[in-house]
C-alpha cells in the first residue's frame, strides 16, 4: 500500500496526513451512535494505513468523540503517534 500523502497545517505547522478521517457520523447526527468497539477498530485501521488527522469537536456531543478516540488510542498505544490541538 502507497503511503498517504502529508500536508503541513499552516497555523499550527504540523505535518498530518492528506486524508482525516471524520469522526461525527461515530457519536451523532447520522443516526443512532455506533458500537464502541466498531468506532475503534474503525480508528486503528485508519492510523495503522497512515492516517494522522483525526477530525471531531464537542458539538459531535458532550465530549463523546473525544472520550472515544482517547480509549481508541491508549488501547492501540496509538497516543504518542498525535499531537494534539485545538
Known amino acids: 500500500m502507497a503511503a498517504l500523502k502529508r500536508i503541513k497545517l499552516r497555523s499550527q505547522g504540523l505535518e498530518v496526513s492528506a486524508q482525516g478521517l471524520g469522526c461525527l457520523g461515530m457519536s451523532a447526527d447520522y443516526g443512532l451512535p455506533k458500537p464502541e468497539s466498531d468506532m475503534i477498530a474503525l480508528i ?3 492510523v495503522n494505513t497512515g ?11 458532550p465530549h463523546t468523540n473525544e472520550i472515544l478516540l482517547g480509549k481508541a488510542l491508549k488501547a492501540g498505544g496509538l497516543r504518542q503517534r498525535f499531537p494534539f490541538t485545538c
Not at 492516517?51 to 456531543?61: K, M, N, R, S
Open 44 to 46: 486503528h485501521h485508519a
Open 51 to 61: 492516517v494522522t488527522l483525526l477530525d471531531t469537536a464537542d458539538v459531535y456531543g
